[in-house]
């Protein structure tokens, strides 16, 4: 029977030495308490706790967590804006003072969620108030930062500090989306329009400076071609000029009329009209009266011209 009775107590002692053993999963921190009261911490392994005394009230996460967001804000000129996020977060270290006010803030893990999800939501409300409409698109890094630095100190007296705030979405009323929509469209028309007068600016531009210096090139060249030309004209007048003179110099060494040089170019005139011209009509007078005539006018011209000399 004594034998039976030891057995007994053998038995009762390991089942509460065995009730005494905890195990703590890594990533996670028991908080023990002695009768309600915190007592201390155990790590992640195999610990001990006296059996029936200590508790472990809460097993709080060291990990990182995350939640999704939802809701709405109002700007300054009145525009409803919709707001998709994803927040997270985490215990900000493990020391013991840390993982005591996470356990002991919050009654309960929904209370800490409800409090951070509302904490969040009225930080950007509150900024979300003092702009326009027009520039909530543009402000996502200044959502963030001023987000950040607004809740920063209540996650960490609550333990927790915020790591990440991603707005993975913006919209607004069906209204105000259409019409941001017509702005961006006719913004895009205007500038495609400037674009192309421009284009056309500089190609008529460019086609009036190629038209103007083709003419530049065109009006050199001929004033090129006529001043040779002139130069042709003149070194063609000098050479008859030089070949009359030697011919009437020879004629008056020969005691002959230098008129017959007169008559032979009004002759060789004649001839050039009838062999270049291009069907026009020369009335001449054939008479010897006619011919008389016109050998006076052609030597009065030259005593003209010797006079001017």
Known sequence: MSFLAEYWWILVALLILFTGLVTVNQGTIAVITLFGK???VLRPGLNFKIPLVEQVF??????NRSVELEFQAVTLDQANVYFKSMLLYSVINQEE????NVAFKFISEKDLMQALIRTVEGSIRGFVATKKQAEILLLRREIVEFV???IDQSLESWGYHLQDLQINDITFDQLIMESMSKVVASNNLKAAAENEGQALLIT???AAEAEGNAIKISANAEKEAA???GQGVALFREEVAKGMSQAAEQMKQANLDTNVILFSMWTEA???FA????GNIIFLDGSPEGMENNMRQIMAMMKMKEAAR
């Open 38 to 40: 915190y007592r201390r």
């Open 227 to 229: 001043r040779l030309r």
């Open 204 to 206: 008529k531009t460019k």
């Open 97 to 100: 003072e840390t993982i005591k």
């Open 270 to 272: 004649i001839k050039n």
């Open 275 to 278: 062999e270049v011209g291009k």
């Open 58 to 63: 809460k097993t709080v996460s060291i990990q």
């Open 148 to 150: 950040k630095e607004q």
